[in-house]
Every structure is written in structure tokens, then in C-alpha cells.
């Protein structure tokens, strides 16, 4: 059986590996949507896209953000409930 420290230092080391996780997701969503901007804007401003054509790339970089901001928000509110049940224990 283990100890009380080696579990939660398990605990911490598995919280840290999912944190980084959602930290990874969550810098790719936020690099597809500068590109998705960046080549939206240059695209128009060059007249090779047309209003629609920037209105939906700004959208689906908006969707893209706020899904892989998702699962980090998750994560946090989960670890934060964690962390209060041990400072009640």
C-alpha cells in the first residue's frame, strides 16, 4: 500500500502530465487562430478573399479558440476542487 506522501506526489506528477496536455491544446488553438486572422486580414486587404470568405475564417477561428480553450477551463476548475478537498481534509 502506499503511503499518504507517495500519493499525493503521484497525485501532483498526474495533475502536472494533464495540465500540460491541456496547456498544448490550448497553444495550438491559439496559434490556428493568428494564423487563421493573419491570413484572413492579408487575404482581404490583397482582395483574395471576399467579405464572406473573412467573416467565416473569423469565425471558425473563434470556434477554434474557444474549443481549445475548453478542456484547459476544465482542467483548472477540476484541480481547484482537488485542492480544496485536501485543504479540508
Given at each position: 500500500m502506499l503511503s499518504k506522501d507517495t500519493r499525493i506526489?503521484?497525485?501532483?506528477?498526474?495533475?502536472?502530465?494533464?495540465r500540460e496536455k491541456a496547456r498544448l491544446v490550448l497553444e495550438k488553438s491559439v496559434a490556428l487562430y493568428m494564423i487563421f486572422m493573419i491570413i484572413g486580414?492579408?487575404?482581404?486587404?490583397?482582395?483574395?478573399?471576399?467579405?464572406?470568405?473573412?467573416?467565416?475564417?473569423?469565425?471558425?477561428g473563434i470556434i477554434i479558440l474557444?474549443?481549445?480553450s475548453i478542456?484547459?477551463?476544465?482542467?483548472?476548475?477540476?484541480?481547484?476542487?482537488?485542492?480544496?478537498?485536501?485543504?479540508?481534509?
Open positions: 506526489y503521484l497525485e501532483i506528477e498526474k495533475s502536472k502530465i494533464q486580414v492579408l487575404g482581404f486587404f490583397f482582395g483574395y478573399l471576399t467579405p464572406l470568405m473573412l467573416n467565416a475564417m473569423i469565425i471558425l474557444i474549443t481549445g478542456p484547459y477551463m476544465r482542467l483548472i476548475k477540476k484541480e481547484e476542487r482537488k485542492i480544496d478537498k485536501f485543504l479540508k481534509e
